[in-house]
Each structure stands twice: as structure tokens, then as C-alpha cells.
């Protein structure tokens, strides 16, 4: 079936970068999703990656998705205590619906 | 947040009440969803809706029930809560023009005492 999983816990020194990785089972999955989750409040969608693309960078976010291993890992630039926060790997599998890991948590130290 | 509200946001309940929570957006949305989120299993899709009075189930649709009477409200009502069912519940949309996006609204924290 279709399954995402994650590590659960990362922890940076502000300024390095982050890597925070996924793997997926759905071979026919379109979409991947990178969501951020602070304390208290919903989900912000941070990007998201079209199957057939190797990589996209936004700012300090780089996305990579290794479709034959089915792997995602999303790149932080220069990491602040602001990114500190859950974020949520996600994929869009062949009914439509959005399948979620069960998050990795961010903690950068000043 | 895509002009996405929740009610209420906290909620304190009883085992066996009924309750009903609403996800309220005002851009003429024509999907939204429902999701809970438990520690260890991220966020599961309860129910779905394409429009006005078509809805659909998702992965952890038992005990829960939505309706969706005007394109602006998605309401999802727990006939008798159980203590199962504590989790934070979160809407979600997808924009119009945007199908490969979904957006969430701030969520509602159930307790079931």
C-alpha cells in the first residue's frame, strides 16, 4: 500500500544546513509535498516537486527526488532558529489523495 | 492561510456527545477535506468533498460524518465521541486553478473526556 516515512528528529546548529529525508512506496505517485508546522498552528505548504523533475530550488529550500530509490530530501540553506519546526513529507498518489509521513521534527540551536 | 477558518478551535467533550466541527473558507473552494493528526501517524485523511452535497470517505472515515450543504462550509460532526477520536482536526482546500496544491486552516484541538 501506499506508506511515507521519515526520521523523527534532526538537530542543526543555526547557520548549517539541514537534510531532512523521506522515502515513499507509490512508484506512481505525481506530486511530492514539503510541509512546516510550528507550534499550535496548520500545516504551510513550503514546495513541492512534479514527478519527473530531479530537483527544485526556492530561496534556501532545495528539494531532491530520487525517483528510482523513491527517496525526497529537502535541502535548508543556512538554517535559523525561525526553521525551527515539524515538517511533514507528502505524496499525491494515483487516487488523488494526499498520503503524509509522520513528520520530522527541527530543532536548531543557536 | 487561504481564507480558511475553523470552529471552534478548542473543545473539551464528553464520551458519547455528539460534536460538530466547521471549516469555514469564503474563495469559492470546490474541494476541501478533513484530516486528524495523532503523534506517530502524521495527519490521515477522514473525509473529502468535490462540491456542494458530493462528499467522499477517506482512510479513517469510521464514526465520523461530514456534510457540505453550501460551498462555503464543510462541517464534520462525530455522532458519539469516544475517547479515541482526541486528536487536532484540520481542514484543508485546494485552490481553484491550483489542483496539485492543498492549504490548511489553524485546526481544532478535541479532547473527549
Known amino acids: 500500500g501506499e506508506d511515507v516515512e521519515q526520521s523523527l528528529f534532526l538537530s542543526v546548529r543555526e547557520g548549517d544546513s539541514s537534510v531532512i529525508n523521506c522515502t515513499y512506496t507509490?512508484?506512481?505517485?505525481?506530486?511530492l509535498y514539503w510541509y512546516k508546522q510550528e507550534p499550535g498552528a496548520g500545516l504551510q505548504l513550503l514546495t513541492y516537486?512534479?514527478?519527473?523533475?530531479d530537483m527544485k530550488q526556492d530561496q534556501r529550500l532545495t528539494v531532491l527526488l530520487n525517483k528510482k530509490d523513491k527517496h525526497l530530501s529537502l535541502r535548508i540553506a543556512d538554517t535559523q532558529t525561525g526553521d525551527s519546526a515539524i515538517y511533514f513529507c507528502?505524496?499525491?498518489?494515483?487516487?488523488?489523495?494526499?498520503?503524509f509521513g509522520q513528520g520530522t521534527t527541527l530543532q536548531v540551536k543557536p | 492561510d487561504a481564507g480558511i477558518t475553523q470552529s471552534p478551535r478548542h473543545k473539551v467533550t464528553e464520551t458519547g456527545t455528539p460534536v460538530t466541527l466547521r471549516c469555514h473558507q469564503t474563495?469559492?473552494?470546490?474541494?476541501m477535506y478533513w484530516y486528524r493528526q495523532d503523534p506517530g501517524h502524521g495527519l490521515r485523511l477522514i473525509h473529502y468533498?468535490?462540491?456542494?452535497?458530493?462528499?467522499d470517505k477517506g482512510e479513517v472515515s469510521d464514526g465520523y460524518s461530514v456534510s457540505r450543504s453550501k460551498t462555503e462550509d464543510f462541517l464534520l460532526t462525530l455522532e458519539s465521541a469516544t475517547s479515541s477520536q482526541t486528536s487536532v482536526y484540520f481542514c484543508?482546500?485546494?485552490?481553484?486553478?491550483?489542483?496539485?496544491?492543498?492549504?490548511f486552516g489553524p485546526g481544532t484541538r478535541l479532547t473527549v473526556t
Open positions: 507528502a505524496e499525491k498518489s494515483n487516487t488523488g489523495k494526499l498520503i
Open positions: 474563495e469559492n473552494h470546490r474541494y
Open positions: 507509490d512508484s506512481s505517485s505525481t506530486y
Open positions: 468533498s468535490y462540491g456542494v452535497k458530493d462528499t
Open positions: 484543508a482546500i485546494t485552490p481553484q486553478g491550483r489542483p496539485y496544491e492543498q492549504y
Open positions: 516537486i512534479f514527478s519527473n523533475m
